[in-house]
């Protein structure tokens, strides 16, 4: 009587887990048949009714059904996931061979690439970076670098004040003297950053970055900062272009120079870039000058050296054939895509 009734559970068990369309259509069969007054339990109550010797038999094959239908249930569920994902991709029409769409990248701004590419270059060379405050002491902007006050050579840098004895820096030629102040030489350094200057017109703008580089050692001559800035020249732009000295002035330098490099679009032939000169100016260098060792309390000539600094955003439109130098802080994102490629 049992045995049968179990045989007969097995089978609808079965006949329903196949059946049902659905995940929860499937779970109600499994508590019908298998829960806890599902038929099953209801089965193993009559055991009471039998003999001992009936008994193991008949548990045992209480068991083996069990577990079979138990089996028959997770492989009809698993069926059903799948028919349900399937049923699923089909209603949205999934297209999987869609190419994605691309979140919005940002890339390096063409200033800041040229910065690190002069920093790796100079890196090389046994440079390392520096800073310095964008809002200097006048001491450190000019007193230090042997620009006294009322010196006419303060006209050269349209200064924004913030007060008495604040200004915005106007170069980044102030880290020099931070470095001299608080390192001992030998030094090689590279200071980079923002300088400001109430200037404002196609080639000029009133905030810019700077690339300073210092050098002191024992003996410094003009001829290591030549052969310096023609290896930079010639890594920065390419090979074979060269550099030429123009004599200037600036207060803290001793001889001072202008340097100009080839043009590197047309390689010194002539062209709009360079205003058909062939040559191209990227900054100032020189010899430190006594009076700045003097004013940093270092001994000159026991530690002599040399200096440079040029402007990134003149770099960097020499470099990549910018027409006009106030694309580079507008950040308007269709320039900034191009150079960021
Ligand atoms: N500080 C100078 C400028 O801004 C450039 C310079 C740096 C010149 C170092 C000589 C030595 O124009």
Redesign the pocket.
């Known amino acids: 009587m049992s045995y049968q009734k179990l045989e007969q559970i097995e089978g609808e068990a079965l006949k329903h887990f196949q059946q049902a369309q659905n995940s929860k259509e499937l779970y109600d069969q499994k508590v019908r048949f298998l829960g806890k007054s599902g038929s099953l339990t209801e089965v193993m109550k009559e055991m009471g009714h039998l003999s001992k010797e009936e008994k193991p038999f008949f548990g045992k094959k209480v068991n083996e059904t069990k577990q079979k239908l138990e089996q028959a249930y997770v492989d009809a569920e698993e069926k059903l996931k799948r028919r349900e994902i399937e049923d699923r991709m089909h209603q949205e029409e999934l297209d999987m061979t869609l190419p994605a769409t691309h979140a919005p990248a940002g890339g390096p701004h063409p200033v800041y690439s040229v910065m690190e590419e002069i920093f790796t270059i100079m890196s090389r060379l046994g440079y390392s970076l520096r800073t310095g405050p964008l809002v200097e002491r006048d001491y450190y902007n000019f007193e230090a670098?042997n620009i006294p006050q009322n010196h006419p050579a303060r006209d050269?840098?349209d200064t924004f004040f913030i007060d008495e004895s604040h200004v915005l820096r106007?170069?980044?030629?102030p880290i020099?003297i931070h470095s001299l102040e608080s390192e001992a030489p030998p030094l090689r350094i590279i200071g980079t950053g923002s300088?400001f200057r109430c200037d404002s017109d196609i080639s000029h703008l009133p905030h810019f970055h700077?690339i300073?580089?210092?050098c002191v050692d024992r003996k410094v001559s003009m001829a290591d900062l030549k052969g310096t800035i023609t290896f930079f020249v010639s890594e920065f732009f390419g090979p074979g272009l060269k550099t030429r000295f123009r004599p200037s002035f600036?207060p803290?330098?001793e001889p001072?120079a202008e340097v100009d490099c080839q043009c590197p679009l047309c390689k010194g032939k002539g062209c709009s870039l360079c205003k058909q000169s062939g040559w191209i100016e990227i900054?100032?260098?020189?010899l430190i000058n006594p009076k700045v060792f003097e004013f940093a309390k270092i001994n000159y000539p026991d530690w002599q050296g040399f200096?440079?600094?040029?402007?990134l955003e003149r770099m960097a439109i020499i470099k990549y054939g910018i027409e006009d130098i106030r694309l580079l802080p507008e950040n308007d994102i269709r320039f900034l895509r191009q150079m960021s490629l």
């Open positions: 670098l050269m840098q106007t170069h980044t030629s020099q300088v700077q300073e580089g210092m600036f803290f330098t001072s900054g100032g260098a020189g200096a440079f600094g040029f402007g």
